[in-house]
């Protein structure tokens, strides 16, 4: 059966080959099966485009994951399956951000990339690569196997929306700390069909609209309340990501609540994810969460601080607000979150 793959290169490490002088040049991706030749296979199609010009990840926003958004929509009926070469830095940011924009998919969305460039002989880039095409065109019963957005990365495929960069230094610099791979890349590659998400829309809708008028806010012991303050003081604030300790435990402190109750009061909506990045937020577990659940703060349960960012701009995009934001931050959107037992018990 013969398959089509769109490959987007958006930038990014894994896009640089080694010139004759020894240098490092950006590839010319319309060549890709040049550098690449295993791309070249019977029966298999691929179309590379580029970001022009190509950008590091660093610089990616709300404005590029339209930009990508629109283009799988446009170019939906011709694929079979999309891989969407990104700089490994904000990864899982746009891997989030593009599992909530992309409403109704069944087509893959792989995302990749590498930390060395594809044209070094020890690069990752190439096996990255070719993985993620294989993947983006695997079907089964004549539907792809992967309909969600996903990372491959040093032989595992991942929930997009599950990933956080862990290292700036391994080749397994990709991790999905509260749900196992989707898939493992061994001899073969071996999915994990009981956990693969499947969206009950069937058609895709690209839903764009981000609030960007968030802001994200790490606690640590000894913390000015002033810092707080100052971000609540933002007039046109939508809403706060409030990273926490533990599963979910901030200080017991009558100036932070007061600040956390006006706010949310007012109508910022505030969600709590915790700093460790494995386990999740259990407001009912200890007197130190209790507080911020009485301030109205939304558990964020096990999901990502990527995931979290990038749910509430999406879901304040869609211009939810009281109980139905709360209601739509704790729903499973596109396999994010796990749900937990509302009853665990005090201590
Ligand atoms: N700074 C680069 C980027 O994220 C690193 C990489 O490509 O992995 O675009």
Same mark, same amino acid.
């Given at each position: ?171 397994? =610099? +990709? ?8 898939? $493992?890349?061994?001899? @073969?590659?071996?999915? #994990? %069909? ?113 995931? =979290? +960012? ?8 869609? $211009?939810?607000?009281? @109980?139905?934001?709360? #209601? %739509? ?19």
């Amino acid at each position: 059966m013969d398959r089509a793959v769109l490959v987007i290169y958006t930038g990014g490490t894994i896009g640089s080959v080694q010139t004759v002088a020894g240098g490092l040049a950006p590839l010319d991706f319309s060549e890709i099966h040049r550098h690449v030749p295993e791309l070249v296979q019977d029966h298999l199609t691929i179309e590379a485009v580029s970001f022009e010009p190509p950008i590091d990840s660093s610089n990616i926003g709300v404005a590029h994951w339209v930009e990508l958004a629109r283009l799988i929509q446009s170019r939906y009926d011709e694929f079979d399956g999309f891989v969407v070469l990104h700089g490994t830095d904000t990864l899982a940011y746009t891997a989030s951000a593009l599992s909530f924009m992309l409403e109704g998919l069944h087509k893959p969305v792989i995302l990749t990339g590498s930390q060395l460039p594809i044209g070094l002989p020890r690069t990752d880039g190439r096996e990255n690569l070719l993985s993620a095409v294989e993947i983006a065109s695997t079907q089964r019963l004549e539907a792809p196997i992967i309909q969600e957005v996903a990372v491959y990365f040093g032989s595992s495929l991942y929930r997009g929306n599950r990933t956080h960069k862990a290292s700036a230094e391994s080749m397994q =610099a +990709i991790i999905s700390p509260n749900l196992p791979p989707l898939a $493992e890349a061994g001899v @073969d590659i071996q999915f #994990n %069909a009981a956990i693969l998400f499947r969206d009950p829309l069937m058609q895709l809708k690209v839903q764009e609209a981000m609030e960007s008028r968030i802001a994200w806010l790490p606690l640590f012991p000894g913390q000015s309340n002033e810092i707080l303050k100052r971000i609540l003081d933002w007039p046109n604030l939508s809403g706060l990501v409030l990273s926490t300790y533990g599963s979910g435990n901030a200080p017991t402190n009558a100036e932070l609540k007061a600040l956390l109750s006006e706010a949310n009061k007012r109508g910022v909506s505030l969600v709590n994810v915790s700093q460790c990045s494995h386990g999740a937020v259990h407001p009912e577990r200890y007197a130190t969460a209790h507080m911020l659940r009485d301030c109205g703060v939304i558990p964020g349960g096990d999901m990502t601080t990527e995931a =979290a +960012i990038t749910k509430l701009m999406h879901c304040l995009g869609q $211009e939810l607000d009281g @109980d139905d934001l709360r #209601n %739509a931050m704790r729903t499973n959107l596109r396999g994010e979150i796990t749900k937990f037992s509302p009853v665990a018990p005090v201590r």
